[in-house]
C-alpha cells in the first residue's frame, strides 16, 4: 500500500511538470510569433509606396515645372483623376493618375522648377494601407568621388620662385600694336620680352609668354621703424578721353542695371529654352528656300463684308488658312515632313497657326481644315488661340501639324520671312494688305487693288523652287476666288 501511495504521488508530480512545461513552451511561442508580426509590420518597416514620376508630356520634353498640385497628401485617388499641372516645353498640361490608391507624400512642392524627366515627385500607397507610414526611398546616391591620393608624412616643400627673367632686348624696341597694350596694361618692361617676330618685333605672344613667366609680387614684409615716412599722394588717373577703348573691358554686375558694362539676369522658361534650341536646330539643320507673291485681296475683303451682314464673322487669316489646305489637298506632294529616314508622305491635312503668348509662340493645330467651311475653322482657331494663352492646350492640340501659317499682318508688318518648324516642310509667313494703284490688263486702265504679301518658307530638301512656285501660284488662285475653295 505505501508503495502503490509514493507511484501515485509521483505520477501528480510529472503531471504538474508537464503542464508547466507546456505552459512555458506556449508562452514562448506566443511571444515569438509577436515579435515576428510586429518587425514584419507596416508599422516597423513601413508600408511599399506607388510611385508618381516625372512625365514625359510632349515628345520634345525633357523637364518641367510644377505648377499646382491638384490632389492633398491623405485624399483618395482614383486611376484618371487629375494629380497635378505641370508646366512643359509647350504649355502647362494636366497630370493625371495611372492608380488606385491614396496621396501619401509630395516630393516635389509647387513652384520647383526645372523637375527632370523620371524625377521621383510624389508617393502614393494602395487602398486599405496607412498612407502616414509611407515608406520614403532613400535619395539617389550621388556618382562616388575618386580616391584621393595618399599623403606623404613628408613635408612639402614649395618651389623656388624662377628668378626674373634678364633683359634680352637691346637697341629700338619695336612693338605691335597687341604687344604694347598687354605691357601698358600689366606695367611690364618690354625689354624683358624675347622677340621672335620679324626684325625684332615684339609679338603678341612674346608679351604673353613674359607674362607667364613673371614672377607674381608679394607684399613686402612689415619692418619695424621709428616712423614710417609718410605716403606721397599719387595723382588721381586720368578719364580717357570720349571715344578711346579702355585699357581693361568693364566688369559685368548682375543685378544692377543701368550701370556701364552690368546686366540682369532674366531666368527662361522651359518654352523659351525649347523655342531657342528648336529655331537654332532649324536654321542650322534644315536648307531654307524662299519665294515670295502678292495676292489681290478684293473678293475675299467683299466676301467678309457680305458674310458680316449675315452675322458671320470671319477673319481674313480663316480663309488664307483654307486656302493653303485646299492648296495642299490639290499638290499633295507640299504635305510633307523629313525623318531620319528622308521624306513621309501625309495622308492628314492638319495645319499650326502660330500663337504668341507670355511665354512666347506656340502652334496650335487645325486639323483636317481641308475638309472644313471657313466658319468652323474661325471658331476652331478662336478657341485654340484662347486655349494656347491660358497655357491649357492639350499635348494633342499642338502635335502632328504638316504646314504652318504665321500672320503678322495685325502688327502692320508688309512681309516677313519664317523659320521652318520641323520636321514640317513649309511655313507660310502673311504680311499686311494695302492698297496700290494697278494697271488692269483687260481695259488698260488704273485700279486699286488691295495686295497683300506671302512669304513661303520651304525645306530645299523635300520642297525645290519648281514646286514651291507651283504651290504658292495655286494658292494665289484660290485666295483670289474663294468661290473656288468650296468646289475644291
Not at 301 to 310: F, V
Not at 338 to 367: M, Q, Y
Request: proline share 10%; glycine share 6%; net charge positive.
Amino acid at each position: 500500500m505505501a508503495a502503490s501511495l509514493r507511484l501515485g504521488r509521483q505520477g501528480i508530480l510529472f503531471g504538474l511538470r508537464l503542464s508547466h512545461s507546456k505552459k512555458c513552451l506556449w508562452t514562448t511561442h506566443s511571444w515569438q510569433e509577436h515579435a515576428r508580426h510586429f518587425f514584419q509590420s507596416p508599422c516597423f518597416l513601413g508600408v511599399a509606396p506607388l510611385k508618381v514620376q516625372m512625365p514625359a508630356l510632349s515628345p520634345t520634353m525633357e523637364e518641367g515645372n510644377i505648377v499646382k498640385w491638384l490632389k492633398k497628401e491623405g485624399e483618395a485617388v482614383a486611376v484618371g483623376d487629375a494629380l497635378c499641372e505641370i508646366e512643359t516645353d509647350k504649355a502647362v498640361v494636366t497630370m493625371e493618375s495611372s492608380d488606385d490608391g491614396i496621396m501619401a507624400k509630395i516630393l516635389m512642392e509647387e513652384g520647383s522648377r526645372s523637375v527632370k524627366l523620371g524625377t521621383l515627385i510624389a508617393l502614393m500607397v494602395e487602398e486599405g494601407q496607412e498612407w502616414k507610414q509611407v515608406e520614403i526611398p532613400p535619395p539617389e546616391a550621388a556618382a562616388p568621388s575618386p580616391p584621393a591620393a595618399p599623403i606623404s608624412a613628408a613635408p612639402v616643400v614649395a618651389p623656388a620662385a624662377p628668378p626674373p627673367p634678364k633683359p634680352a632686348t637691346s637697341g629700338p624696341l619695336r612693338l605691335s600694336p597687341a604687344a604694347r597694350h598687354i605691357l601698358n596694361t600689366h606695367g611690364l618692361d618690354p625689354k624683358l620680352a624675347s622677340a621672335t617676330g620679324p626684325r625684332g618685333l615684339i609679338t603678341k605672344e612674346d608679351v604673353l609668354n613674359l607674362l607667364k613667366k613673371s614672377p607674381a609680387p608679394k607684399p613686402a614684409p612689415a619692418m619695424a621703424a621709428p616712423a614710417a615716412p609718410s605716403p606721397v599722394p599719387t595723382p588721381a588717373a586720368v578719364p580717357p578721353p570720349p571715344g578711346s577703348r579702355p585699357n581693361i573691358p568693364p566688369l559685368s554686375v548682375p543685378g544692377k542695371p543701368g550701370a556701364p558694362g552690368t546686366f540682369t539676369e532674366i531666368p527662361a522658361s522651359n518654352v523659351r529654352r525649347v523655342i531657342a534650341q528648336r529655331l537654332t536646330q532649324s536654321k542650322s539643320t534644315i536648307p531654307h528656300a524662299y519665294a515670295t507673291v502678292d495676292c489681290d485681296m478684293g473678293a475675299v475683303m467683299q466676301l467678309r463684308k457680305d458674310l458680316a451682314k449675315e452675322q458671320i464673322k470671319v477673319s481674313v487669316n480663316d480663309f488664307i488658312i483654307k486656302a493653303a489646305a485646299v492648296t495642299l489637298k490639290e499638290i499633295p506632294e507640299v504635305n510633307v515632313t523629313w525623318s531620319g529616314d528622308g521624306p513621309r508622305a501625309l495622308d492628314s491635312i492638319h495645319i499650326s497657326i502660330a500663337v504668341a503668348t507670355e511665354k512666347g509662340l506656340i502652334t496650335p493645330i487645325i486639323r483636317d481644315a481641308a475638309d472644313k467651311g471657313v466658319q468652323e475653322i474661325s471658331a476652331n482657331a478662336k478657341a485654340l488661340a484662347q486655349k494656347a494663352r491660358e497655357g491649357k492646350l492639350l499635348p494633342e492640340e499642338y502635335q502632328g501639324g504638316s504646314f504652318s501659317i504665321s500672320n503678322l499682318g495685325m502688327f502692320g508688318i508688309s512681309g516677313f520671312s519664317a523659320v521652318i518648324n520641323p520636321p514640317q516642310a513649309c511655313i507660310l509667313a502673311v504680311g499686311t494688305s494695302r492698297a496700290e494703284l494697278r494697271l488692269s490688263e483687260d481695259n488698260q486702265t488704273l485700279r486699286t487693288q488691295q495686295l497683300m504679301t506671302l512669304t513661303l518658307s520651304s525645306d530645299g530638301r523635300l520642297v525645290d523652287d519648281e514646286l514651291a512656285s507651283r504651290f504658292l501660284d495655286k494658292f494665289r488662285a484660290n485666295l483670289e476666288r474663294p468661290q473656288r475653295m468650296a468646289l475644291a
